[in-house]
């Protein structure tokens, strides 16, 4: 079942149990979904990544969000992002922790053959792409350079 399919099953769920706070970060999901589908150039279908990167960027918003509601007194509007951010990242892979991220960090570096901070740009582009979807851009970048610097 693609995430799609789970979304559109989690929605109908949502509407029987009457539970509107769900629905609304569920419904953005699959508006997401349906704009990246039509987009020019797009298959019909979405691959897992790209269903992935949409679910990553619409946390990262939310928790963004989050942030700037906190600041500015907010709590009502924070503690709704916060909400909603948790209930997205539920379709998201398991998350890498910190010493699994520390370790394929180390791994990349030895690959790369980096030295010091200024190899920061190498490692950046292969841990990414490595860790898409396992660990979030924020943190897999200050790993590395807790590392590099390290060196």
Do not use: C, H, W
């Not at 706070?21 to 797009?42: C, H, I, N, Q, W």
């Not at 963004?64 to 892979?93: G, H, M």
């Amino acid at each position: 079942m693609s995430l799609f399919d789970k979304i559109n099953a989690d929605i109908k769920t949502a509407m029987l149990a009457r539970e509107k706070d769900k629905l609304e970060p569920l419904r953005a999901v699959k508006a997401a979904f349906l704009m990246a589908r039509t987009e020019k150039g797009a298959s019909d279908n979405l691959s897992e990544d790209a269903e992935i990167k949409i679910i990553q960027r619409l946390v990262k918003q939310r928790k963004d969000s989050a942030e700037i509601y906190k600041t500015n007194n907010r709590e009502e509007l924070y503690t709704k992002e916060v909400f909603e951010a948790n209930l997205i990242a539920q379709y998201l892979p398991a998350q890498l922790s910190d010493s699994e991220i520390e370790e394929e960090v180390r791994s990349i570096i030895t690959k790369v053959g980096a030295t010091g901070p200024q190899d920061m740009g190498k490692v950046m582009g292969m841990a990414s792409k490595q860790m898409a979807g396992k660990a979030e851009g924020k943190m897999i970048s200050t790993v590395v350079k807790t590392v590099l610097s390290s060196l």
